[in-house]
T-cell receptor, first 113, second 112 residues
Framework: GESVGLHLPTLSVQEGDNSIINCAYSNSASDYFIWYKQESGKGPQFIIDIRSNMDKRQGQRVTVLLNKTVKHLSLQIAATQPGDSAVYFCAESWDTGRRALTFGSGTRLQVQP | ETGVTQTPRHLVMGMTNKKSLKCEQHLGHNAMYWYKQSAKKPLELMFVYSLEERVENNSVPSRFSPECPNSSHLFLHLHTLQPEDSALYLC???????????FGPGTRLTVL
């Protein structure tokens, strides 16, 4: 079936380094992608999104890259900080007459001081 | 956790109990969602309400019963749950047809 999956369950980086979190998706009809951050004890929080007509989108310290050829999505975090430690989820959406998000399994980012 | 609130934040219940989870959104949205988040599993969509009408029930057992009395409130009524139903239950809201969903903090449910 269609699915969204993450390559690495845990990513450990040094404070100040750049982080890259990857996501593979299998539904070629997906036209919207979104990254969420979930800290312990909290609900998922929106980070950044991108539509399929774009390859790259930048936010504050974050960049999302979309490679439709290989169905790959990545989240880049610049100058990673301890406050970035969390679980990161990618999700995809496609138009079936209504919109709904399908979530991946998540990657835990650990920032070492 | 601005915009979407959930109560209670923690709930412990026995298998014969009846309880309800509450979600309220203050964002002017008119689509609301219930998700289940278990350890080692992706977020699982349970129910979708759009304009107060249930538009999807993702094969959820009948021991979970949603209610959406208006566009700002969503309930999940629980009865005769099983220990495997222990999870974090998340509520989200959005504008219908738009993709970005705003999540509440969740209710951590433990079924004994």
């Amino acid at each position: 079936g269609e699915s969204v999956g993450l390559h690495l369950p845990t990513l450990s980086v040094q404070e100040g380094d750049n982080s890259i979190i990857n996501c593979a998706y299998s539904n070629s009809a997906s036209d919207y992608f979104i990254w969420y951050k979930q800290e312990s004890g909290k609900g998922p929080q929106f980070i950044i999104d991108i539509r399929s007509n774009m390859d790259k989108r930048q936010g504050q310290r974050v960049t999302v890259l979309l490679n439709k050829t290989v169905k790959h999505l990545s989240l880049q975090i610049a100058a990673t900080q301890p406050g970035d430690s969390a679980v990161y989820f990618c999700a995809e959406s496609w138009d079936t007459g209504r919109r709904a998000l399908t979530f991946g399994s998540g990657t835990r980012l650990q920032v070492q001081p | 956790e601005t915009g979407v609130t959930q109560t209670p934040r923690h709930l412990v219940m026995g298998m014969t109990n009846k309880k309800s989870l509450k979600c309220e959104q203050h964002l002017g949205h008119n689509a609301m969602y219930w998700y289940k988040q278990s350890a080692k599993k992706p977020l699982e969509l349970m129910f979708v309400y759009s304009l107060e009408e249930r538009v999807e029930n993702n094969s959820v057992p009948s021991r979970f019963s949603p209610e959406c009395p208006n566009s700002s409130h969503l309930f999940l009524h629980l009865h005769t749950l099983q220990p495997e139903d222990s999870a974090l239950y998340l509520c989200a809201s959005s504008f219908p047809g738009l993709d970005e969903q705003f999540f509440g903090p969740g209710t951590r449910l433990t079924v004994l």
